[in-house]
């Protein structure tokens, strides 16, 4: 069982993987999906058919590299500094949800 596993990496080599990305995403883990081995047709169709479980739960897609997506469920906080401005204070840095 994955009760106690808190994020979950994946690399779905073809569209049928995204149900397992999708279960994942409903049992509200964190997960990482690396889209790199699947072409930009079968890497949209993935983000299209996990698009429904991230709505349901109310989770949040983040883009966090090349073809690299996390999903974070709704009940975490996470903190996204990859589009921050290095100018800015650290008091700047906002964390996203509550």
Known sequence: M???IDIVFLK???FEDCVICANYIKEDKIVNMN???LDDN???RVLDYIAGAIF???AEIVNVGNKIFCSIPSNRN???EMNR???HDEEEVEIVRG
């Open 56 to 58: 349901i739960t109310k």
């Open 12 to 14: 779905p080599t073809k």
């Open 78 to 80: 996470f903190l996204n």
């Open 2 to 4: 994955t009760d106690n």
């Open 85 to 87: 401005d290095t100018s």
């Open 42 to 44: 079968d890497s949209r």
């Open 35 to 37: 889209l790199s081995q």
